[in-house]
């Protein structure tokens, strides 16, 4: 437990406020109660505190609390929402501005008391059990593995705001800075040495963020000498270390089956598993996916993706569900030309055309993927 949380309440009813304070005041844990009836300049004290837990009230429908609350989840990972309302789609706003915590009023101090002390027993070290690591796969070379992870983790970050790390685990072939013309000064290997020297302040600085997003990437190591030292524990503590920053982490890595991607494959919460529309892909899909069987990866963490799909194709997508005995999640349209255009000039797809059908193809399939996150976890709320 830490002795030493400030709580920030942001609420535009005074007597909601006063409430709080009271139930709260006479905690050991909680150092300081702050109020506030301006979002804006809570936030500005909430940015400058060390380990600051927010009560946030989503009751009225504020002009600045979009933005204040997407500041908010760049800040800390403690943040209570309160609203008069508690219908699920409310639950799932609060979910998505970032609350560990979803409290209907009026607060019953019970309940507030509960939360917060199951909050303020996270130490800023702990691993966030609702951050997911997105792994994209195919047991086959080019089907478009890099090209999926880095458009998927850069609308990832523009759809939610929230912090996204791309991580580059083809450890001896990784494309990931070419393909964004990267010149990173770490890579994932001097990232994970350091890790177990447990000088962990320099974990997030191994990290090169992109441009003024919310994304950060960790590229593979420079020289292929150098990627055979990482072992299969190594992953485990990065994949920890992660978990502790970032709520969505995408992960590329290479179509071989050796201990080192077994180990990726059962670390993460969800696997991409892509193939193409011809018929050595799927059959190959079909071995693949008896090996997560025999693994017995929950079916909920294997999603199948097409990728360069036309409608057109020969073989429809019914087919391939029919083959695989799975449905597919998502297809990506076939589009050579927008994608080379973007290889080429070193940046994302929806740098060079977001409106055209592959761009916006990533943009709904990243709204698909934290969808389909934030409604796992309000099942679990609702539960
Ligand atoms: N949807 C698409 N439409 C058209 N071309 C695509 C599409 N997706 C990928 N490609 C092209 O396919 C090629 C391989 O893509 P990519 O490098 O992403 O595959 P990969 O699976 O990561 O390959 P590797 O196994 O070598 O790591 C690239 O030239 C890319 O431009
Ligand atoms: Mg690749």
């Not at 437990?1 to 905690?27: A, C, G, H, P, Y």
């Not at 609308?155 to 912090?163: F, I, P, Q, S």
């Not at 077994?262 to 071995?287: E, G, Y």
Request: net charge negative; glycine share 2%.
């Amino acid at each position: 437990m830490q002795n030493n949380s400030t709580v920030f309440v942001l609420d535009k009813n005074e007597q909601s406020r006063e409430i709080i304070k009271s139930f709260v005041s006479d905690l050991e844990f909680i150092n300081e109660i702050k109020l506030y009836e301006d979002y804006k300049k809570g936030y500005e004290d909430i940015k400058q505190a060390s380990s600051p837990i927010v009560i946030m009230d989503i009751s009225e429908e504020l002009p600045e609390l979009q933005e204040v609350a997407e500041n908010l989840k760049l800040c800390t990972s403690k943040i209570i929402i309160t609203s008069v309302n508690y219908s699920t789609n409310t639950i799932i706003r609060a979910l998505r501005m970032g609350a560990k915590e979803f409290l209907p009023k009026p607060v019953l101090k019970d309940d507030l008391i509960r939360v917060l002390t199951m909050l303020a027993s996270i130490a800023p070290e702990e691993e966030n059990s609702q951050s997911k690591i997105i792994t994209v796969y195919s047991n086959k070379g080019g089907i478009g593995k890099t090209t999926i992870a880095i458009n998927l983790a850069s609308e990832l970050a523009r759809v939610t705001k929230d912090k996204v790390a791309l991580v580059d685990l083809n450890l001896q072939l990784g494309d990931i800075s070419t393909f964004l013309n990267l010149n990173p000064p770490f890579d994932v290997n001097y990232v994970i040495q350091r890790l177990i020297d447990k000088e962990e302040q320099i974990f997030i600085k191994g990290f090169e963020k992109y441009k003024d997003t919310s994304l950060y990437i960790l590229s593979d190591p420079s020289y292929i000498e150098q990627s055979g030292s990482i072992t299969p524990q190594q992953i485990t503590e990065l994949f920890k270390a992660l978990k502790k920053v970032f709520p969505y982490i995408v992960i590329d890595m290479s179509s071989s089956i050796d201990p080192l991607s077994l180990k990726i494959l059962d670390a993460s919460d969800w696997i991409l598993f892509t193939t193409i529309v011809n018929i050595p892909a799927i059959r190959n899909a079909q071995r693949c996916l008896n090996l997560f069987h025999s693994r017995k990866y929950p079916p909920q963490k294997v999603k199948i993706i097409v990728n360069r799909y036309m409608e057109n194709d020969e073989i429809k997508i019914e087919d391939i569900e029919n083959t695989l005995g799975e449905t597919v999640y998502w297809k990506i349209p076939n589009n050579y030309f927008t994608i080379m255009e973007a290889i080429n000039k070193g940046v994302s797809i929806a740098e060079i055309n977001p409106e055209s059908n592959i761009g916006s193809s990533f943009r709904d399939f990243a709204s698909k993927v934290s969808d389909d996150i934030i409604e796992q976890a309000v099942l679990q709320y609702r539960i």
